[in-house]
């Protein structure tokens, strides 16, 4: 598999605190570790400081390291004390938050997961987004490991959808500010959105949606079938969305 393949997950917006938000990318983490051995343990890298970070895999320093990589002196956060603006664990980002992560080994060279929580009165949505590693990808792109660990991640986040896809697929399938993008694997929490659609893909319905896989193994971009099938699923999705606005 040539193309990078992502994980993308969109959830609601969230006024959190810093310590919130830090608490929140911990419990991520711990669940990523009990998932797979691949996330055995994390690091992340200082943007500012152009180094990197490790985490014990006891978590024990992870809320200092990260309060450091998200205190930016450039930023105005919201305190009680409205002349206070610096960070601190009760504060709030008027931006939100955002943090990288990759396993230890790969710091140095690669951060493959994001954690992007925005504020209410932002316009983005809030992400998690996670890279597949290229040295496991054959692993990864199963359906099968795919879909587990897409519903590992739907207990602690709640999204609002999903998708698996590689960027040069996105490109070709999805239009601008329309969600959900339509991927190899796709997950929609409204499910009556796609009780109705003919085209033959396969439909798991969850408690919380429904998950649509195209093809048993993820595919490229050049796959002509699989690219019209998802367009078709998107022509699909947005005639019923206008349907009802």
């Known amino acids: 598999m040539k193309e ?3 994980l993308r997950l969109r959830f609601d917006k969230a006024d959190l605190t810093a ?20 996330f055995s343990d994390f690091g992340s890298w200082n943007l500012q400081t152009n180094s990197a970070v490790y985490f014990s895999n006891d978590f024990e320093d992870f809320h200092n390291k990260v309060f450091q990589l998200i ?3 450039n930023i105005a956060y919201i305190n009680p004390n409205s002349e206070d603006k610096d960070l601190h664990d009760h504060s709030i980002s008027p931006f939100g938050f955002r943090t990288y992560y990759t396993p230890n080994s790969m710091v140095e060279s690669n951060a493959n997961i994001s954690i992007d929580v925005s504020p209410t009165s932002s316009s983005r949505s809030s992400f998690f987004i996670f890279e597949f590693p290229s040295e496991r990808i054959e692993e990864f792109i199963n359906s099968q490991f795919a879909i587990a660990l897409l519903k590992h991640l739907q207990t602690i986040l709640q999204p609002i959808d999903g998708t698996i896809l590689t960027k040069p697929f996105f490109h070709k399938v999805n239009k601008k500010d329309f969600d959900p993008p339509i991927g190899w694997i796709t997950y929609i ?18 408690s919380n949606g429904v998950i649509l896989v195209l093809k048993e193994n993820c595919p490229d971009s050049n796959d002509i079938e699989y690219v019209n099938k998802a367009i078709e699923i998107r ?3 947005e005639v019923n969305q206008k349907k009802n606005w």
């Open 189 to 206: 929490k409204d499910s009556l959105k796609i009780k109705e659609i003919s085209v033959d893909v396969v439909k798991e319905f969850t």
């Open 235 to 237: 022509d699909f999705l």
């Open 4 to 6: 990078k393949v992502m």
């Open 19 to 38: 310590d919130q938000y830090i608490n929140f990318c911990k419990n991520i983490l711990k669940s990523l570790m009990n998932f797979d051995s691949y």
């Open 71 to 73: 205190n930016d002196e």
